[in-house]
């Protein structure tokens, strides 16, 4: 049968490879060098690279006739805000068109813009898509909207979210790392080294301190999620390595935030924040990038999103990353599949041909060659557990590197789902509280009993455990 059009065309460009930290580095030879002969094989070799991805589309595509019992369509839907999503996704689709004649996925673009709300909206006039990009999980899981993944799907991954023992999503990549980006050339000047141990990175701060020509530490605590980077590292330090879960503790009132581990936190994060720079709590994030490139401040605490925000205000500026180690001597990032990601529809799972076909999408997406283009053009952390051979940044490669090797691996404290989900706005009030705590206007005593009074009201409304606010 005559395939029918792909995929919606986007026009957007890739990301350039400065911005998203990553693509290959481009070098003109010199005229002696032997140029015309090095054009010569490499025009051999995309030959052979051409005709070898031709075998293996006409490979799938004998492989494919065993998947649908006949011609299936599928629609498919992403946050398309991103140029690079559009560029990425829309290759994607069009390489699994190409590969399964039988199976035609469309993209129907997202519009950019509130991405919830647009989802919600194709819902509601019953165009809900048969393959997303799903953001808010927990709450159409529990309408119903979502269908469990197979097992073979889930253990492509390193780390998935479940549901009541169900995983519902598949992550596009790795939760975004927080870790410690410096001027690297700072840190040489001055024969200093990445730190191995906690002490040594409070250490480390103490001496740019006494250095006295720039703050050790540039934080942006004018902006309260934010503060959340810094929170959730001593939280996880302090609570979770000792009580994963914790948070159910204290819906179940066996626990609440009076206890030892969660005052550590606020203790570890007052030995930190004496380090940043003066006036920090009226710092927007948006500055931070300023204060370390201009010789303001040596460190910034934040995510992977920084490295090209980093290279676009000073291409010259050499940063270095290095994740703090935990007070006990082991390595816990934020990190592995968090709750969003791909997902099918529970409606069309109910089609076996449709099921059938949104598996194999979901498969060929993540295969190594097509995660490629996604993780490279977007400067995302492959989640899967065969990962692509990326071509990024040298920092971004110590992130991923750094993900494999950690000790815990998982999403940040509000990221969590089921019987450790937060209620709503309980994020917000606990970032504001430690800020005053930090700034010393109230102690770590009459910030827990706070902290209390809140989350006793905060459960009338939501109790994953009794189910209070579970639609």
Not at 187 to 198: K, L, M, S, V
Not at 240 to 267: P, V, W
Not at 269 to 298: H, K, R
Not at 301 to 327: L, N, R, V
Request: charge should be negative; charged fraction near 25%; include cysteine.
């Amino acid at each position: 049968m005559k395939k029918k059009v792909l995929a919606v065309l986007l026009t957007s460009a890739m990301i350039a490879a400065t911005l998203s930290g990553c693509g290959g580095k481009e070098e003109s030879a010199p005229a002696d060098s032997g140029a015309e002969t090095d054009t010569a094989q490499e025009s051999q070799t995309d030959d052979a690279q051409a005709e070898s991805t031709q075998g293996e589309t006409e490979a799938a595509a004998e492989d494919a006739g065993g998947i649908v019992s006949a011609p299936t369509e599928l629609t498919f839907i992403f946050a398309d805000g991103d140029e690079g999503a559009k560029s990425s996704m829309n290759e994607i689709v069009n390489r699994f068109n190409e590969a399964y004649p039988d199976i035609t996925v469309t993209i129907e673009p997202g519009n950019g813009g509130a991405y919830s709300e647009f989802i919600k909206t194709k819902d509601s006039v019953g165009e809900f898509p048969d393959v997303m990009e799903m953001r808010d999980t927990a709450m159409y899981v529990r309408a119903g909207k979502l269908e469990p993944l197979s097992d073979e799907i889930v253990s492509l991954f390193r780390t998935t979210t479940a549901f009541d023992g169900k995983v519902y999503t598949v992550p596009l990549g790795g939760e975004n790392t927080n870790g410690i980006i410096y001027n690297k050339t700072y840190f040489d000047e001055n024969g200093w080294t990445e730190p191995a141990t906690y002490d040594e990175f409070i250490a480390l701060c103490q001496a740019i301190a006494d250095k006295g020509d720039m703050a050790p530490l540039v934080v942006g605590g004018q902006d309260i999620w934010h503060m959340g980077f810094w929170f959730h590292k001593a939280y996880n330090d302090q609570v979770l390595s000792k009580d994963a879960d914790f948070i159910k503790h204290c819906y179940e009132g066996t626990k609440d935030f009076s206890d030892e581990t969660f005052k550590a936190a606020f203790e570890e994060l007052q030995t930190i924040m004496q380090y940043a720079q003066e006036g920090w709590v009226s710092t927007p994030d948006a500055q931070i990038t300023t204060f370390l490139v201009n010789d303001m401040a040596a460190m910034m605490y934040s995510g992977t999103h920084m490295f090209s925000q980093i290279s676009q205000a000073d291409p010259e500026f050499e940063m270095g990353w290095f994740a703090i180690p935990s007070p006990d001597g082991k390595m816990r990032l934020v990190g592995g599949g968090g709750i969003g990601g791909l997902a099918i529809s529970a409606e069309a799972a109910k089609d076996p041909d449709k099921k059938a076909a949104a598996e194999a999408f979901i498969k060929f997406f993540y295969e190594p060659e097509n995660y490629k283009v996604y993780c490279e053009t977007l400067s995302a952390i492959p989640s899967t557990v065969e990962t692509p051979d990326l071509d990024v940044m040298d920092v971004f490669q110590e992130v991923i590197d750094a993900n494999a090797a950690a000790d815990d691996l998982a999403p940040m404290w509000n990221g969590r789902v089921g019987e450790n989900e937060l209620p709503p706005d309980f994020r917000n009030f606990t970032y504001k509280t430690l800020i005053e705590v930090l700034q010393g206007t109230r102690d770590i005593d009459s910030a827990c009993e706070e902290l209390n009074k809140t989350w006793q009201v905060s459960m009338q409304s939501f109790n994953p455990i009794t189910g209070v606010g579970i639609e």
